[in-house]
């Protein structure tokens, strides 16, 4: 069965730090592993991974993935009180291209 | 790109009436679209794969005759809650299928009184 953890569940910092949330895997026949932020209503993409090595950058937001160690970290700098939200690590695989959520990260960030 | 719509975004119905939910991917064409239930504090549940043209799949434990799925084009899946009980409000989202990303609708809020 596919799983996805991730960690902290939940996290409380101040404007301007610096966070890492973690995600690791176990999937069949894996396709990507994807990041969401989720605020009030349903969740808005904000990376799509599939090579290991690679980071994808989106202003203040990066993300890498390591298939090797079946892991992925996303990277929030200078963190500010709208990155509040719970952010979602997802993987895609099987011929389906299902998703398994993992539980999700609430960050809070406080001014 | 890549912008999926749901309809309605809030329902309010009486317990044993039928609600359906539609769900739109507006600027590309998904020949898979997907359905998701979310509890308060909780991650999404899938509750079934929908494809194009053929039956949908549903996850084990989600009943195929209360969920009704159709997906009758490339652009288009609607799922109806069918005689509604007040332990199906929920939150239900759907996805369209892109490559290898999912993009999410903004949801459908189902209160069932």
């Known amino acids: 069965e596919d799983k996805v953890v991730q960690s902290p569940l939940s996290l409380v910092v101040h404007e301007g730090d610096t966070v890492t949330l973690n995600c690791s895997y176990e999937?069949?026949?894996?396709?990507?592993l994807l990041w969401y932020k989720q605020e009030k209503k349903a969740p808005t993409f904000l990376f799509m991974l599939?090579?290991?090595?690679i980071e994808k950058k989106s202003g203040r937001l990066s993300s890498i993935l390591d298939k090797k160690e079946l892991f992925s970290i996303l990277n929030i700098t200078a963190t500010q009180t709208g990155d509040s939200a719970i952010y979602l690590c997802?993987?895609?695989?099987?011929?389906?291209?299902?998703?398994?959520f993992g539980k999700g990260t609430l960050l809070t960030v406080n001014p | 790109g890549a912008v999926v719509s749901q309809h309605p975004s809030r329902v309010i119905c009486k317990s044993g009436t039928s609600v359906k939910i539609e769900c739109r991917s507006l600027?590309?064409?998904?020949?898979?679209m997907f359905w998701y239930r979310q509890f308060p504090k909780q991650s999404l549940m899938l509750m079934a794969t929908?494809?194009?043209?053929?039956?949908?799949?549903?996850e084990q434990g989600v009943e195929k005759d209360k969920f009704l799925i159709n997906h009758a084009s490339l652009t288009l899946s609607t799922l109806t809650v069918t005689s509604a009980h007040p332990e199906d409000s929920s939150f239900y989202i759907c996805?369209?299928?892109?490559?290898?990303?999912?993009?999410f609708g903004p949801g459908t809020r189902l209160l069932v009184l």
């Open positions: 996805s369209a299928r892109s490559d290898s990303t999912q993009y």
């Open positions: 999937v069949t026949n894996f396709r990507s």
């Open positions: 929908s494809n194009e043209g053929s039956k949908a799949t549903y």
């Open positions: 599939t090579s290991s090595g």
């Open positions: 997802a993987v895609c695989g099987g011929s389906n291209y299902k998703l398994t």
């Open positions: 600027d590309f064409q998904a020949t898979t």
